[in-house]
């Protein structure tokens, strides 16, 4: 009954149109009544609990991050490099397209912020040169959900947060799993592109490559620090994010030097305005989750899901559709937030690796970034680019059928992320 309760008022809130922190807090809200503990004032201190966490404070400066990447000269540059080293291949602008999004992922962590980046710098090029558009826009709204995988990334901040999972063996679990993906996109492109006709460009001579990569060894550095750094035991992720900030606008400042007073200001008003919705989310998303472990609702999930728990592979490839059906209709980070408190018990129970089945968790509601009528990664390519919605639906799905076949090889073999992972870890 109490599981029924819990996910009508939050279904119902959300079809209102409410935003989902408030359906949540609603949802966790009928719980209390309903169990006959409602108290204003549990309320508000489980609300300010919920987002007094030393992990947390990786999400305001990993966003300065990534802002001041935008402007201060990082992704061009990397942008730069990954054309001299493989514009001149046929297609060659979309493997470009590819390998930067790997790169600027380990930048930025944001799908939205990398896949508007990407479409921003590399599409008039790819329209210039004769590109198919829907494909063109399928494949660099494809690159961006790339950053949700690869570290630094916000989503596996929130489902170590929201999972009690390390965040530290997230980020360096995502890193095969990103390079993965970014090789299943090139080679669908490759498919794509093998009967096109398309100009190719002129290939770069050693002394342009190597202009390229002094120019941009400054960017590519900050990928390697941030994870070396949390790999040796340097600093913590959340260490990490005030690495990475600083170190972004020193670079942006004095190397660069494209970036002013003014646009930084701008800047951090953009990342407070985007930390501020995130830590109200994550405080309503922890009162239902405290919720959620007090009404025994995982218990009720984990009858319904008995019989799958000693199949491991059965049980992910159940949980993973369930999944998939959810982030078509909701966004990363509320999915993230609701379904990992409920699901993380039964996953336990079928003794599945916490930090394999975060992983995978956030491929699937990244893939749900692309996919109608929530997608806002597609959304947002749509309006940077001012390509019709349509078009960009038809170019995207050889990429998501090829993210969801990479899914389900994920399931049957979870070698290929666990093998990887416990190397880096170490």
Known sequence: MTLVLFLGV??????????????????????MLQMGLFSADILAQSLINGVDSFPLLAIPFFLVAGEVMSVGGLSQRIVRMATVMVGHRKGGLGYVAVLTAILIAGLSGSAV???????????????KAGYPEGSSMGLLASGGIIAPVIPPS??????????NISIKNLFLGGIAPGIMMGATLMLVWGWLMRKENLDVMEKASGAERLTALRDGIWALLLPVIIIGGIRFGIFTPTEA?????????????????EMSWRLFAKILINASRSTAMVMFL?????VAAWLITVAQLPQQLALLLGPLVENP????????????AVG?????APT???????????????????VYFGLMFVINTSIGLLTPPVGNVLNVVCGVSRVPMSVAVKGVLPFISAYLALLLVFILVPELITVPMNWFIG
Do not use: E, N, T
């Open 113 to 127: 912020a990398d896949a508007a980046a990407l479409v921003a710098i590399l599409y008039p090029m790819m329209k």
């Open 328 to 332: 078509m209709v909701m966004d990363l």
């Open 241 to 257: 994010a005030v690495v990475a900030a600083v170190y972004a606008i020193l670079v942006s400042v004095v190397i660069y030097r």
């Open 154 to 163: 916000l989503p596996l901040i929130l489902i170590g947060v929201a999972g």
């Open 313 to 324: 592979r059965l049980l992910m490839l159940v949980i993973m559709l369930i999944v998939l």
């Open 10 to 31: 939050l279904i119902g809130s959300i079809l209102l149109g409410l935003p989902v922190a408030f359906a949540l807090l609603f949802a966790a809200i009928a719980l």
């Open 336 to 354: 993230v937030l609701i379904l990992v408190p409920l699901l993380m018990p039964v996953v336990q129970l079928a003794g599945i690796d916490p």
């Open 282 to 286: 994550v405080g309503c998303a922890m």
